[in-house]
């Protein structure tokens, strides 16, 4: 734990990432919060919250503070920044750093400026915002100063996003609330009608990355899940495989493919004739589904490519922005 002059912030709807200028990634916990249901004071956040969901007694109350990018309780956010902060500079938290946090490109000015507040009140002394898109293509090298078009894709937990990006900044870009999180929901929907099986969150998501795929599998897998029989309440168990749940999964990625057609759309043509030479980049934790990158790339005609860290190249780029402020300053702001 040491004092951090500058720090990179991927407040995320399932995880807020951190980073800094001498260490790299200093956290990785789920943007989650177990607080005092009367007066709630935060008890825990991250992992200590995330071994807590679905065992608390009443009076604690599990709450999720970011949803679909957007800060949506305000104080409960800011709780997290501080319990996160604390988590990573230890004593030194009160020396605000500066920091970089990114934004979805779907939000408005006053939900920009919602997660700004939120990272100033937990205590950083400057904060700049910079769109996931740009601080993407920042963090898996594409060089965003060309006049060339690059197009870079996020699914994440609570958003699919598409930006165009040439000249060093954002050409058009859409955003869908949607991602992994909608993936879970719809797996433990299917669950409950053709099984009447009520099963945790942490096994929807294994059921999700285990059995998961955007293309139907030329062999067959299993998987065998426990959960709570809805019409007796006893304990139950079951083998689930995994075209099963590729018929759940692929109405899902519609929106996906629905996203990135209508970018295009919008996209001047030179720029779409760039993109079809160099491809399109798939970034954000979803996006690791298997077979998301090959569903793509047959639905859209151009090469989909998963990039190196998907999951963490957003906040690496938002760190390497911070670092190089001067030359990145308008793309922050
Ligand atoms: N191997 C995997 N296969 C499929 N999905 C995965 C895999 N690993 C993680 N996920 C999913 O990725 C999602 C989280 O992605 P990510 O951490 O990029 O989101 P986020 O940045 O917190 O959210 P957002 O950017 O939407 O605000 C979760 O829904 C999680 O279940
Ligand atoms: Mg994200």
């Known amino acids: 734990m040491t004092w951090?002059?500058?720090?990179?912030?991927?407040?995320?709807?399932?995880?807020?990432?951190?980073?800094?200028?001498?260490?790299?990634?200093?956290?990785?916990?789920?943007?989650?919060?177990?607080?005092?249901?009367?007066?709630?004071?935060?008890?825990?956040?991250?992992?200590?919250?995330k071994k807590m969901e679905g065992k608390t007694p009443d009076y604690i109350e599990i709450v999720k503070p970011i949803s679909e990018g957007a800060v949506i309780d305000y104080e409960v956010a800011v709780g997290m920044l501080k319990w996160f902060l604390r988590e990573v500079m230890g004593s030194f938290w009160f020396l605000g750093p500066e920091v970089v946090v990114t934004v979805a490109s779907g939000?408005?000015?006053?939900?920009?400026?919602?997660?700004?507040?939120?990272?100033?009140?937990?205590?950083?002394?400057?904060?700049?915002?910079?769109?996931?898109?740009?601080?993407?293509?920042?963090?898996?090298?594409?060089?965003?100063?060309?006049?060339?078009?690059?197009?870079?894709?996020?699914?994440?937990?609570?958003?699919?996003?598409?930006?165009?990006?040439?000249s060093g900044g954002v050409v058009t870009s859409k955003c869908y609330r949607g991602g992994g999180?909608?993936?879970?929901?719809?797996?433990?929907?299917?669950?409950?009608?053709?099984?009447?099986?009520?099963?945790?969150?942490?096994?929807?998501?294994?059921?999700?990355?285990?059995?998961g795929t955007a293309v139907k599998l030329k062999k067959t897998e299993m998987l065998s899940i426990g959960g709570r029989d809805l019409v007796y309440g006893l304990p139950k168990n079951i083998e689930l495989n995994s075209d099963e749940i590729f018929e759940v999964i692929r109405p899902m990625l519609d929106e996906v493919i629905l996203v990135i057609k209508e970018t295009l759309q919008t996209t001047p043509p030179e720029l779409v004739a760039d993109i079809a030479d160099r491809g399109i980049v798939l970034i954000g934790a979803a996006s690791k589904l298997r077979n998301l990158p090959l569903l793509l790339t047959r639905e859209i005609g151009v090469a989909v490519h998963l990039a190196l860290e998907p999951e963490n190249c957003v906040v690496k780029g938002a760190g390497m922005a911070m670092e190089n402020l001067e030359i990145y300053r308008k793309l922050t702001r």
Not at 7 to 23: F, K, P, R, V, Y
Not at 110 to 130: F, M, P, S, T
């Open 4 to 49: 951090i002059r500058k720090l990179a912030i991927d407040l995320g709807t399932s995880n807020c990432i951190m980073w800094s200028e001498n260490e790299g990634i200093i956290l990785n916990e789920p943007s989650i919060v177990a607080v005092e249901a009367e007066n709630r004071k935060v008890l825990a956040a991250g992992n200590e919250a």
């Open 107 to 166: 939000l408005t000015q006053v939900e920009q400026r919602a997660v700004l507040d939120a990272v100033a009140e937990a205590g950083a002394r400057k904060v700049n915002l910079i769109d996931t898109p740009l601080a993407a293509a920042i963090g898996t090298k594409i060089p965003i100063a060309e006049a060339f078009g690059n197009m870079v894709v996020n699914m994440g937990g609570g958003v699919v996003e598409a930006a165009v990006i040439a």
């Open 181 to 211: 999180s909608r993936i879970d929901e719809a797996l433990a929907e299917y669950l409950k009608k053709k099984y009447s099986m009520a099963i945790g969150d942490q096994t929807t998501e294994l059921v999700k990355i285990k059995l």
